[in-house]
């Protein structure tokens, strides 16, 4: 693969990697905590909402996309080896542990939550809370985590090549 287009790649991957860290990273130094404070109406209804407007083509892009690229740019080095190979793998594995938490862990607690109904109808709503709130906010620290780890890491890559 001709170096440019090697750096394109790399150069897309840190970009759409370094979008979904500081995303994950908002959630869990501001949306969550800022929401810890209010009342259990006021967090559902308004994760119910946020989980349905995540869901786009721009989000989708992005976050699908951030792995995709980092697979590509493994692909363009394999052979090379040497640190920049080391980076990418690396930064693959934060990506596929942040992919694996979010569809195993924050997606199906996402549904249950959307699944208990609209606000106006849950006859429960701290049980609701209780049963999304806490591990939500666990497994989402998890995830910006990796996803931190997967950016420091194709940063270590660009630098390194």
């Known amino acids: ?14 970009l759409s990697t370094g979008l979904v860290a500081g995303l994950f990273f908002a959630y869990a130094c501001s949306v969550m905590p800022g929401l810890a404070a209010t009342d259990d109406r006021t967090l559902v209804g308004t994760m119910q909402s946020i989980n349905r407007a995540i869901l786009n083509g721009w989000f989708l892009s992005v ?9 590509v740019a493994v692909a363009g080095y394999v052979g090379d080896g040497g640190a920049v190979f080391g980076w990418l793998v690396a930064g693959l594995v934060g990506h596929l542990v942040t992919l694996g938490v979010t569809m195993r862990c924050n997606v ?17 709503l701290a049980a609701v809370r209780r049963g999304f709130e806490a591990t939500w906010v666990r497994w989402n620290l998890v995830r910006t985590v990796s996803s931190v780890a997967a950016f420091g890491c194709l940063i270590g890559a660009l630098l390194t090549r």
């Open 1 to 14: 693969m001709p170096e440019p287009i090697r750096l394109a790649i790399l150069a897309g991957a840190t």
């Open 63 to 71: 976050f699908l996309g951030g792995p995709l690229l980092v697979a």
């Open 108 to 124: 199906p607690l996402n549904n249950q939550l959307d699944a208990a109904g609209s606000v106006d109808g849950i006859t429960d």
